[in-house]
């Protein structure tokens, strides 16, 4: 239990509808106690832990301020374990100021970013694993990321390594035992048992590792570049998917030179797109560069969108968009439908799809967003997210492969079983048994103030 008291505003931008106070800390009661007046009982403190009451907010001098729903948690069932007030006001700027104030005034201090979840880390109500699954949920742009979130902060990832870190140490144990003490009855120790359990673990453990890069893809979303000469309509295609006017939209030549990216959210995950510049023979060194660019995002994006004026005849620059953008997977747009058309679908050769659409109306654009939204991930593993902990998944690999093989070559066990030892640590790395405060320190900081 700490000894001082934390106050924070949780929510997000005020005014909102509502605003949510907490107090955590040996102060907590007393100031539910000054600050709220349910109508249930006399004092929160009278009422009954972790249900709702409906009362008065209170100022210094007893004056209403609001009339709000309040909750005290007592430790040690509570998010952080310790004693929480949580006060659901109206989302006013002055009704919420007011309440911190006056929490402070009876000696709450300001809770520091992410302070609430490390007093929780701190109180064992959750590990450094389910700590990051936290922030991931908080941050998570699409459906997909915050399920994947949820199965984390659930404890899937935390409860898996708990087991293969105390199956490792029960070996080592094992061990251990059969050389302390040869005269007792204990099993002797299966070498080829633990060679195939090493090899299984290292296994799964790859497979987690790998599955951070198909984590970053949900967190970052899948790229896609959109190619396509100027004035085809990229931006406006852009701004169609993505709903809003943020890429420029330009009748000149050449003035998106920069690749702009814009996230849209599409079947539950994130596409990506990447806004390039026109494909067509460059004629300053900027425009050169914003085409390099262009090449080059199309050819590292999961696919490639290549935009056509279909008002148009199919020029040079069309042609070279088609045949830099081979190879990969993608689409072709046959934008400016509203307009004659002067393009057919004949001309464009080996496009996975070809969607005929007006960015300017709208006309046609689902079935693109359609095939779009196909190119997100949906399997339903899970994914982890973190590269620390992708990284420490990695070398924990390692050890458990180093001993695997010594444990093949023959070598003595005490050698191998080093290796398994330090890959047992670096499990409980992951989940905070064994990580440094500089480790938790800096992933506390990855918070808002108030969770
Ligand atoms: P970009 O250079 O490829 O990014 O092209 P823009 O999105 O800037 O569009 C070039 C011009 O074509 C602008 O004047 C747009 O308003 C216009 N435009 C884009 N899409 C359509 C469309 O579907 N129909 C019509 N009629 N005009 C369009």
Same mark, same amino acid.
Request: some cysteine; proline content about 3%; glycine content about 8%.
């Given at each position: ?121 701190? +109180?064992?109500? #959750? *590990?450094? $694993? ?6 991931? %949920?908080? !941050? /998570?742009?699409?459906?997909?990321? @915050?399920?994947?979130? +949820?199965?984390? #902060? *659930?404890? $899937? ?6 087991? %293969?870190? !105390? /199956?490792?140490?029960?070996?080592? @144990?094992?061990?251990? +035992? ?15 048992? /633990? ?257």
């Amino acid at each position: 239990m700490h000894a001082d008291t934390i106050a924070a505003f949780s929510g997000g931008s005020l005014p909102a509808a509502i605003g949510v106070v907490r107090v955590s800390g040996p102060l907590a009661c007393a100031i539910g106690d000054a600050i709220f007046a349910p109508y249930a009982k006399k004092l929160i403190t009278k009422c009954e832990n972790n249900k709702l009451y409906y009362g008065k907010l209170l100022n210094g001098d007893g004056k209403t301020l609001d009339f709000c729903l309040a909750a005290l948690f007592r430790a040690p069932r509570s998010y952080t374990g310790e004693d929480m007030l949580e006060l659901y006001c109206h989302g006013s700027r002055a009704v919420v100021e007011a309440a911190l104030r006056r929490a402070y005034a009876l000696g709450a201090r300001p809770a520091r970013a992410g302070e609430f979840t490390q007093r929780a880390f701190l +109180a064992g109500k #959750l *590990d450094l $694993a389910r700590a990051e699954a936290v922030a991931d %949920l908080i !941050d /998570a742009r699409s459906e997909r990321e @915050a399920i994947n979130a +949820a199965m984390m #902060l *659930d404890g $899937a990832l935390s409860r898996e390594l708990v087991a %293969l870190r !105390d /199956a490792l140490t029960a070996m080592t @144990a094992h061990f251990y +035992a059969v050389c302390d003490y040869p005269d007792e009855e204990i099993d002797p120790f299966a070498y080829d048992e /633990a060679r195939a359990s090493l090899r299984r673990a290292c296994t799964r453990l790859d497979a987690l590792h790998d599955s951070f890069a198909r984590g970053s893809v949900l967190r970052e979303g899948v790229p896609v570049a959109v190619v396509g000469r100027p004035n085809a309509g990229k931006s406006s295609l852009f701004n169609a998917l993505s709903g809003g006017e943020h890429a420029i939209v330009t009748d000149e030549a050449g003035t998106t030179r920069d690749v702009l990216e814009r996230l849209v959210s599409l079947g539950g995950g994130l596409v990506r797109l990447l806004d390039t510049a026109g494909i067509r023979e460059a004629e300053s060194k900027a425009e050169r560069i914003g085409v390099d660019r262009a090449l080059n995002a199309a050819k590292t994006a999961r696919a490639v969108i290549c935009v056509f004026d279909a008002s148009q005849p199919l020029t040079n620059d069309d042609r070279r968009a088609i045949a830099e953008s081979e190879g990969t997977l993608r689409c072709a747009v046959l934008n400016k439908s509203d307009l004659p058309a002067r393009v057919t679908i004949d001309e464009l050769d080996g496009f996975d799809a070809v969607f005929s659409l007006s960015a300017l109306t709208g006309e046609g654009i689902a079935p693109l967003a359609a095939w779009l939204a196909a190119l997100v991930p949906d399997d339903d593993d899970l994914l982890v997210t973190s590269p620390r902990q992708a990284a420490l998944l990695r070398a924990a690999a390692d050890d458990l492969r180093a001993a695997a093989q010594s444990a093949e070559q023959g070598m003595t066990a005490d050698a191998f079983l080093a290796d398994v030892e330090r890959a047992a640590r670096t499990l409980g790395e992951i989940t905070g048994d064994n990580a440094s405060p500089d480790i938790a320190a800096a992933i506390f900081s990855r918070f808002c103030v108030g969770k």
